[in-house]
């Protein structure tokens, strides 16, 4: 965020906010003006009655600023110049508080770079890049640097990317890992560091760590918001902020199932949009972002009340993580909520989170992790939480071997097919998964259990496997043969076509099709009410619908299918 565009904006701030800010007792007056002038963001907290009390305004609230966390008392949260004055507006009391970043006592973090064994240390940008540049040079045979965009203000956002290159079948699920999309959360920047330097440096002498190396694609993404750790200036992250240079929240930045597209009301931001393509161009199986501000395993939904499909799953490996940290940590340490996990929509609703987009447009199972009550303790504290957790991160990163897996191929050539994965009477939300269009390659993790699962793909004869029985931690593997249809269109009713957000209230983009699609809506009483020809992403006007129920069908050589669409 330039220097120009703040004070201007700043100078616009005290003149429409003035009545708003005089309202409040002097000191957080005041405090808000420098917060918002020196930090383009201000830390401030509310009575959390109004969650009981008036919960529809909570909620729209909630849209346009980011909230942090709550407790029975109080809800904590973050705004930039634009969306504070907004909040004013409400004329709701308020107290700022002191920044997280600026919590501790900066005079001790000095960005030396020191022996890497120790990882005591908050790095500079600077060592930062090159730790990253480091690792790459002396694994070159485990891992390669990879550069995914920029941010705002030019710097790197980079990717370790870690396989051993053994002849080893290329049956590999990719695993993601990812942190710090709030800047001045920075316990998991340094344990990501510390994860890489470990899978590498205990690779061919640690079973468990050779076994992680051997049989996934690993990436991880040490720092996704550079300019938010750095705002400060590139020497330290004693400035740190929550939001990007633009003062926006990446973590309520991405297309959501209920909200769409642009939920926070920005513009996609050059990091949400790298990270969206990065997504889009691999097909990962488990990933987690991580954060900190409490200490918790959140799973999917934070946009929706109900549960996820598997909620049972999440319900398990979010366990596994917390008791894993629970016997090799002091009492006390992970134990929020309940004990250390929660569904998210149960602790606050947010919508556009980087959590609820993988797992709803990628088919990915996804979880937000916060490491620490405090987002940025003293650094002389990391070593402790990288042992309280090492354990549960590598875990974690098993998840993606078990379960149900395999090849799906056509029956007569062999050749790999892009086949969707359908467990019947349990998917539900985009919780099916998807063979690789290259490889054939699919990975359906699931908890324990028997479940009928169906192989679908376009121009092929469906196929559906009675009683597969799973155990955890286990892997069962099924390869699938698919026979071609003669009429050249899939008997599976079900297509990977979506259509969000679903519900609308005037637009709609369907995926899934590649080149041009006949698309008709029709009311409940069979009347056709819109068709049209569009191209991908192409968006549809439907704000004359009134609210109510309609059926979608999509048509293209190769796909006809029917989804319903509800307009609020």
Known sequence: MSFRWLALMFCVFLLVSNNQLQAQNLPDSLAAEKQLSQRGEVYFSFPAKIITENPIEFDALSRYISIDSKDDQYVYAYANLYTFHRFLELGLSYHVLTPPSL??????????????????????????????????????????????????????????????????????????????????????????????DYLLQNYGTNTQVTNLVDSLDIWINPLANPDGTYAGGDASVAGATRFN????????????????????????QPETKAFMDFASSHDFVVSANLHSGTEVVNYPWDTWQKRTADDAWWQYVSREYADTVHTYSPSGY?????????????????????????????????????????????????????????????????????GIRGKVTDSLTGTPLPAEVFISGHDTDNSEVYSDSVSGYYYRPIKSGTYDVTFSASGYVSKTYYGLTISDGKILKQNVKLAENANGISTNKRVRIHIYPNPTLSIIKIQGFTKVALVSVYNLNGIKIIEKSITPDELIDVSTLKPGIYLVRVYTTTISMTKKLVIR
């Open 103 to 196: 919590q501790c006592d900066t005079t001790r973090w000095k960005t030396i770079l020191k022996s890497i064994s120790d990882w005591n240390y908050y790095p500079s940008y600077s060592e930062y890049i090159t730790l990253m540049q480091q690792f790459a040079g002396k694994y070159p045979q485990l891992c390669t640097l990879d550069t995914i965009g920029t941010s705002v203000d030019g710097r790197l956002l980079l990717f370790a990317h870690i396989r051993s290159r053994k002849s080893l079948p290329d049956d590999r699920p990719s695993f993601m890992y990812t942190s710090t999309m709030h800047g001045d959360e920075t316990v998991g920047y340094v344990l990501m560091l510390h994860l890489i």
């Open 245 to 268: 240079a633009n003062g926006v929240d990446l973590n309520r930045n991405y297309p959501d199932p209920v909200a769409g597209d642009h939920p926070d009301g920005n513009n996609w």
């Open 334 to 402: 992970f134990t929020d909520l309940n004990d250390g996990i929660t569904d998210g929509y149960d602790w606050y609703w947010i919508t556009g989170g980087r959590q609820d987009y993988m797992n709803y447009f990628h088919h990915d199972r996804e979880f937000t992790l916060e490491l620490s009550m405090v987002k940025k303790p003293d650094p002389s504290q990391l070593p402790s939480f990288w042992d309280y957790n090492y354990r549960s991160l590598l875990n974690y990163m098993k998840q993606a071997l078990y």
